[in-house]
């Protein structure tokens, strides 16, 4: 029976290239428009086409080295500690200015990540083998990334502005914990709210990715759903505990141990 | 006695010098006034006395230790800083009043009391804070210092840019606050001011300060 999408990576390779056509049309198109992005959208598909080829090459390496008992785990502990370096320097990177950008940026989304994928582990809702632990720690990475830069841009913003409002406090007896109470709350729930609409659209709007492609792949939609659900979840509570850790630990490079606010500020 | 002795504080912003060997007393209970152009240095001083932030250099002394020896949280519940720029948080002016108290868990405090002795009436306590005129917040700023019941208070131009009968109350305010025996600084612009409301003037220039009898200040008139 064809189950309708490739079955070997060669048959996957031809069918990308004949889909290809639609991306070398769009960046005709968007060349002869003169949009300007024809050359990024080239550069971003080469890129992210390689670095979703290594990573299968990875992970079929891990999938196979599975039957051999544990030894994919120190493989797979690489490939995490990876994710969670490269997505801590690419959010770092949005503060330039800040001082121990990067240690706060990998603390907070190395815990949100770890912390909600050990729930589901814990929980027994996915299996501990390499298949899982490996996309659904890329989900995890990825999300708290996003949601770790989001929560950096809105406080470096706030605190620039509303340095008057922040010195004020100060200047009145406030911690500087005190000082920023409404600006860690702004800051947490502007980097959320892209995540929470997209959970109040789940099913209406679009279907997303995993349920897609479990569903795809034969899995009763009612069963991939649940799944989905689950992912959902795991995103939103390491979003949650890395926007916290974030503001938490974003503090120290804000003020000094004096509650007095940094010269870069 | 003094409730700050500055000797030889220096502090440069930006590779600035803006403070240079700056030696001062500030007599408790007393009104002390530091006047000068913009730019001289006076609001940097009253942030270090604030503990905003530290010298660069020589002593700061505050009721005869370091300053640095002081929990800057409550350096600051008792030499409140009211910024020039009168910020309002959110909310209604009692709000704004009771912050302070609030977040130190003060009980025993009538906001009433703070706005009055600011000069404002007990009707301004439901206003939105945000929304009220230059002066009035000039005037629920004081209010939210005096809330505290500060030894001191470090005033950064509380009248500019306030009608004059505004300016009036809150002379008279703060006057009466020395009076009842806070210790005052308050950095002004205003020459004639500083003659009517200070029991010291200090003339702040070129991030030096020296201490002033009045008659050496151009005769009055404003920098």
New interface residues.
């Given amino acids: 029976m064809n189950p309708g999408f490739a079955q070997t990576p060669w048959e996957g390779l031809v069918i990308l290239a004949s889909v290809s056509i639609l991306f070398f049309l769009v960046v005709l198109v968007s060349s002869w428009k003169r949009v300007g992005i024809g050359k990024d959208m080239t550069k971003g598909f080469i890129i992210g086409g390689a670095q979703l080829a290594l990573v299968s090459i990875i992970l079929m390496a891990l999938i196979e080295w599975e039957g051999e008992g544990t030894i994919w785990l120190p493989a797979a502990a690489v490939m995490v500690t990876g994710m969670a370096i490269i997505s801590a320097a690419r959010s770092a990177k949005r503060s330039p200015d800040m001082p121990f950008a990067f240690r706060t940026t990998a603390a907070s989304i190395s815990l949100g990540s770890v912390l909600s994928l050990s729930v589901l582990l814990v929980a027994d809702a996915i299996p501990l083998r390499p298949e899982f632990v490996i996309p659904l720690a890329g989900m995890a990475f990825g999300n708290s990334m996003d949601i770790c830069s989001l929560t950096m841009d809105r406080m470096t913003r706030e605190f620039q502005t509303g340095r ?2 922040i ?9 500087s914990s ?1 000082a920023v109470e ?1 600006i860690d709350r702004m800051a947490i729930r502007t980097a959320l709210i892209p995540t929470i609409d997209r959970m109040k659209t789940l099913g209406i709007i679009f279907i997303p990715g995993a349920m897609a492609g479990l569903i795809m792949a034969g899995v009763q939609p009612l069963v991939a759903a649940q799944f989905q659900l689950v992912i959902f979840l795991m995103i939103v509570g390491g979003g949650v505990i890395t926007s916290l850790a974030t503001v938490t630990l974003a503090r120290e490079s804000f003020f000094n141990e ?4 940094q010269d870069w500020v | 006695m003094n409730l700050y002795s500055l000797r030889g504080v220096g502090k440069a912003l930006s590779g600035r010098t803006v403070l240079n060997n700056v030696d001062l007393d500030i007599v408790a209970g007393r009104i002390t006034s530091l006047v000068g152009p913009s730019g001289s240095g006076k609001s940097t001083l009253l942030r270090l006395l ?5 010298p660069d250099s020589g002593q700061l002394t505050y009721r005869g230790t370091a300053i640095t020896s002081k929990d ?3 350096l ?2 008792e030499a ?4 020039q ?1 009168s ?1 309002m ?2 909310g209604s002016v009692e709000d704004n009043v009771c ?2 108290t609030r ?2 868990g003060i009980t025993d405090f009538n906001p009433a009391d703070a706005l009055e002795a600011a000069g404002l009436s007990t009707g301004y306590l439901e206003r939105d804070a945000e929304r009220l005129s230059g002066g009035e917040r000039k005037r629920v ?1 004081l209010a ?2 005096i809330a ?1 019941s500060p030894y001191a208070l ?1 005033l950064d131009e509380p009248t500019s840019g306030v009608d004059p009968r505004s300016s009036d109350i809150i002379e008279q305010s703060v006057m009466r606050m020395r009076d009842e025996g806070t210790t005052v600084v308050w950095v002004t612009h205003d020459i004639e001011q500083a003659k009517r409301v200070s029991d010291h003037i200090v003339h702040v220039k070129d991030g030096e300060a020296v201490m002033s009898d009045g008659r050496d200040l151009q005769g009055g008139g404003v920098y």
């Avoid at chain 1, 004096?258 to 606010?261: A, E, I, T, V």
């Avoid at chain 2, 604030?50 to 530290?54: A, I």
């Avoid at chain 2, 409140?80 to 910024?83: D, E, M, Q, S, Y």
């Fill in positions: 008057g409002m010195e004020t406090r100060l200047s009145l007896g406030a911690t005190q409404d004096n509650h007095q606010l | 604030n503990r905003l932030m530290e800057p949280v409550s600051r519940k409140v800083l009211v910024p720029d910020t948080f959110p912050y302070a977040m130190h700023a939210r210092a505290l470090l």
